[in-house]
């Protein structure tokens, strides 16, 4: 996305084996692989499982509820994008299915978040191909 400043926001990169997740949240819903062996979930998406070892995965639609894990604040813009955002709260959410994402929060000031905080899953679309999994407190 450019802005009239040039200025473009930094995004993923679509791969074969990321596509299913980003197809997933173009229609807003956040997808997870889980292994075929031992039934856990995993993101960000791998080759293979990462507890035990297995190649075989299943695409499977995720709650979409979290608790704030952790975050941070980033008061130094590394990229032209982030100059007028900042500061710029980046979060860890840990999913109900188990694994942890690194995402952005709306709807709640940084003054307000809380460890443990209950999350629900949001999307913000950037452009035709990108949507952004977001996460927005559980009671807004």
Do not use: K
């Not at 009239?4 to 229609?27: K, S």
């Not at 940084?110 to 977001?134: A, K, Q, W």
């Amino acid at each position: 996305m450019t802005r009239p400043d040039g200025a473009q926001r930094p995004l993923p990169e679509i791969t074969p084996l990321t596509e299913p997740f980003w197809a997933g949240a173009r229609d807003r819903v956040l997808l997870l692989q889980r292994c075929a062996r031992c039934r856990r979930f995993r993101f960000p998406p791998e080759h293979g499982c990462g507890y035990c070892g297995s190649p075989e995965f299943t695409w499977e639609r995720a709650s979409g509820r979290a608790t704030l894990y952790s975050w941070t604040v980033a008061h130094s813009p590394h990229l032209p994008f982030f100059m007028e955002r900042l500061p710029w709260p980046v979060a860890v959410v840990q999913l109900e299915e188990g694994p942890r994402m690194v995402t952005n929060l709306v709807g709640v000031p940084v003054e307000r978040y809380e460890f443990g905080m209950p999350l629900v899953v949001d999307f913000l679309e950037v452009d035709s191909e990108i949507t952004l999994p977001v996460f927005r407190p559980a009671d807004s």
